[in-house]
T-cell receptor, first 114, second 113 residues
Framework: DTGVSQDPRHKITKRGQNVTFRCDPISEHNRLYWYRQTLGQGPEFLTYFQNEAQLEKSRLLSDRFSAERPKGSFSTLEIQRTEQGDSAMYLC????????????FGPGTRLTVT | GEDVEQSLFLSVREGDSSVINCTYTDSSSTYLYWYKQEPGAGLQLLTYIFSNMDMKQDQRLTVLLNKKDKHLSLRIADTQTGDSAIYFCAERSEAGSARQLTFGSGTQLTVLP
C-alpha cells in the first residue's frame, strides 16, 4: 500500500500531557499538509511543508502545537499540554507539486483528551 | 474570505441518482474537489474539476460547475448502499504557497434499500 499512513490511529490522553503523531506521505510527494477535523465539520488547514520547510501555518495552530518534517519525508505533529478542546481527528495529506491538484489523505489520528 | 457551504443531509433509494450541491465563495479557486468519508476513516478523493471546465464525468460520477454562480454539484448515478457516507466539497486556495483546501461541513448521504 503506497498511500498516506498515519500513526497512531487512536490516542487517548489526559489533559496536560504531550502527544506526538506521525505521518508518512506518499513516496516522492514533496508537499505535506496537516488538517484538523472536529465532529460534524470538514477538515481545517493547520500547516504545510514543502520538502523539509514549514512554509505556512494557520491561525488555528497555537503555540502549543509544533510540526516538523526533518528530512523532507515523514512528518510529526506534537501537541504540548493538551486541552479538551484539542480532541479531534488529525489528518495528514500529501501532494506531488503545485501543478498536481490531487491531495491524498491518510486515515487520520483520532485524539481524545480526557 | 473563503467559505464553502453544503446541505447537511440527503436520502435516496438504492438505484436512484443522488445529487449533492455545494456553493463556494473564492472566485480565484482553480480546482474544486469532492471527497468521500466513511465512518472513522480518512478522506477518499473522488474527483476534482478545473475551474475552466463545466463538466467532468468519471464512471458513475458527474461533476457540474457553474462558475458564474459559484455552484458545484456531484451526481452519483445508480446509487448503491456502499455509497452511504459523508461527501465533502472543497476549493483550493490560490493565496500563498500552500494551496490548501477549504472544505464544506459535508453532506451525509443515506442510501435506503
Amino acid at each position: 500500500d503506497t498511500g498516506v499512513s498515519q500513526d497512531p490511529r487512536h490516542k487517548i490522553t489526559k489533559r496536560g500531557q504531550n502527544v506526538t503523531f506521525r505521518c508518512d506521505p506518499i513516496s516522492e510527494h514533496n508537499r505535506l499538509y496537516w488538517y484538523r477535523q472536529t465532529l460534524g465539520q470538514g477538515p481545517e488547514f493547520l500547516t504545510y511543508f514543502q520538502n523539509e520547510a514549514q512554509l505556512e501555518k494557520s491561525r488555528l495552530l497555537s503555540d502549543r502545537f509544533s510540526a516538523e518534517r526533518p528530512k523532507g519525508s515523514f512528518s510529526t505533529l506534537e501537541i504540548q499540554r493538551t486541552e479538551q478542546g484539542d480532541s479531534a481527528m488529525y489528518l495528514c495529506a500529501s501532494s506531488q507539486g503545485v501543478r498536481t491538484p490531487e491531495q491524498y489523505f491518510g486515515p487520520g489520528t483520532r485524539l481524545t483528551v480526557t | 474570505g473563503e467559505d464553502v457551504e453544503q446541505s447537511l443531509f440527503l436520502s435516496v433509494r438504492e438505484g436512484d441518482s443522488s445529487v449533492i450541491n455545494c456553493t463556494y465563495t473564492d472566485s480565484s479557486s482553480t480546482y474544486l474537489y469532492w471527497y468521500k468519508q466513511e465512518p472513522g476513516a480518512g478522506l477518499q478523493l473522488l474527483t476534482y474539476i478545473f475551474s475552466n471546465m463545466d463538466m467532468k464525468q468519471d464512471q458513475r460520477l458527474t461533476v457540474l460547475l457553474n462558475k458564474k454562480d459559484k455552484h458545484l454539484s456531484l451526481r452519483i448515478a445508480d446509487t448503491q448502499t456502499g455509497d452511504s457516507a459523508i461527501y465533502f466539497c472543497a476549493e483550493r486556495s490560490e493565496a500563498g504557497s500552500a494551496r490548501q483546501l477549504t472544505f464544506g461541513s459535508g453532506t451525509q448521504l443515506t442510501v435506503l434499500p
